[in-house]
């Protein structure tokens, strides 16, 4: 061999040997607790997603000139929308100020009024796509087509996990929403980032989680059982070299027997006073807002409620159904924010309350319709609440035009929310990246701006 040969081999096994020691510590423990950029304000987010869209002019977005130009054509060039719409629509409810704030909130979310002073109303969101699919991906995983890591998965891979017996990312839903599990996915990070569906349709544990309990055999069979498939792991990967989804996959494995230990505790409601599960026990949503709070409770990085099964929010063809939808959400989510703040946790976890996109102020016109009070879907402009974690409460921000259409001052991104929600948990999210086919990427894609007005 000669100087010049073994230089090379010296070179490339120096270099092999240090990628597979950066490969092995990156897999070593994936969920270890981690210190972000920056001091955060939040550990935690909550995400309540009423998916389908719900309509901001019926709720948070009031607009007088609705009622005043109700059954004529909004003024101007015909709008194109999703579907054929036609003339305004006034919201067949009436809007009240509440708080010290005076924020006007609609009457279907009374309780949520009385608290609206621990929000931010951002009346001025506004996403890219009017179909579903598309702005679920956005609003989720940061980008339109599937294959991209979700937002819960970036918090987890950017701050692990503080309770290694649970999922750091859990996704509460009695059923589907459109597209599934492609909104809590991992993506092309390792699969321990995903999140974990658990149909929270009924209230005891080994209903809501599967194979809970082994009826096989006891937990310390069981633990023999994982200990021989440990070693033969560790055997495998000792001659095969390191191998970052094995590992991935084991340490799925490992967090879903962990889990088992845990689960019949955390998801049992029933665990709690009668007087505190009242106020959540009206709706498979209301349940899931206390799950969210006892996942919380126990270090879980983020729970995201699903409101339910494929779009319930969705109504083209009569708007009047949001009253039945609020109904069961307005009570939960004002237990929830209570609950958190009167155990502490309020001022570290981030609430999120929004839909893929919102609804027009015309009533949709298509031909479709049976009874033609509903409204078509609404990219331009709709509204995000954000609560607790470093969120200035009780004010509003930006606005959409007079019929609340567009949003026309300091309009709010998809990514502009994603960059602010992972700066409250202490991100840089222009450097919260990761390394995937030659590129880094990060949940905001090439954009986002974090909107600093709305930081206590």
């Not at 040997?17 to 990156?26: C, F, M, N, T």
């Not at 094995?246 to 665990?271: G, N, P």
């Not at 607790?388 to 990514?415: E, I, L, M, N, Q």
């Amino acid at each position: 061999m000669n100087r010049r040969r073994m230089l090379e081999t010296l070179g490339g096994g120096f270099g092999m040997a240090a990628l597979r020691g950066v490969l092995q510590g990156s897999a070593a423990d994936p969920l270890a607790p981690r210190a972000p950029h920056f001091p955060a304000k939040a550990k935690h987010v909550i995400f309540l997603f009423l998916n389908g869209g719900m309509s901001q002019v019926d709720t948070f977005d009031p607009k007088p000139a609705l009622i005043k130009y109700d059954g004529t054509p909004m003024p101007g060039p015909k709008i194109k929308t999703d579907r054929a719409s036609g003339s305004l629509m006034r919201s067949p409810w009436e809007f009240r100020p509440q708080g010290k704030s005076g924020i006007e909130v609609t009457e279907i979310f009374p309780e949520v009024g009385k608290r609206i002073d621990d929000f931010c109303v951002i009346r001025s969101m506004y996403t890219d796509i009017g179909n579903h699919g598309p702005s679920l991906q956005i609003m989720n995983c940061g980008h339109q087509l599937p294959g991209r890591p979700s937002m819960g998965a970036w918090v987890t891979y950017g701050l692990g996990t503080e309770n290694r017996n649970l999922p750091g990312f859990i996704v509460l839903c009695p059923g589907f929403p459109v597209l599934g599990s492609s909104l809590w996915s991992a993506g092309y990070m390792p699969s321990i980032y995903q999140g974990v569906h658990i149909l929270n349709e009924a209230v005891e544990p080994e209903k809501l989680i599967q194979h809970l309990r082994n009826a096989e055999c006891a937990p310390e069979e069981q633990k023999r059982q994982l200990a021989l498939l440990e070693k033969l792991n560790h055997k495998y990967m000792a001659r095969a070299g390191a191998d970052v989804q094995l590992e991935s996959a084991v340490r799925s494995m490992e967090s879903a027997f962990r889990l088992q230990s845990e689960a019949m505790d955390v998801f049992d409601i029933r665990k709690e006073p009668e007087k505190i599960r009242a106020r959540y026990d009206i709706s498979d949503f209301g349940r899931g807002c206390l799950l969210a709070r006892r996942l919380v409770e126990r270090g879980v990085r983020m729970v995201q409620i699903f409101y339910g099964n494929f779009q319930p929010w969705d109504n083209h063809d009569d708007i009047r159904v949001h009253a039945k939808l609020a109904a069961k959400t307005d009570g939960p989510i004002a237990a929830l924010i209570d609950d958190l703040k009167q155990r502490g946790l309020f001022e570290e976890t981030l609430v999120i309350i929004g839909s893929e996109f919102g609804r027009t102020p015309m009533i949709q016109n298509s031909g479709l319709e049976k009874l033609g009070r509903g409204r078509d879907h609404n990219v331009p402009g709709f509204t995000v609440l954000m609560a607790g974690g470093g969120v200035k409460g009780g004010c509003t921000y930006g606005a959409t035009d007079d019929f609340g259409f567009k949003a026309v001052d300091k309009p709010v991104h998809v990514h502009d929310l994603h960059a602010t929600a992972l700066h409250l948990l202490g991100f840089d999210h222009t450097r919260l990246t990761y390394r995937h086919a030659g590129r880094d990427f990060r949940l905001t894609d090439v954009h986002g701006n974090v909107v600093r007005d709305i930081l206590a």
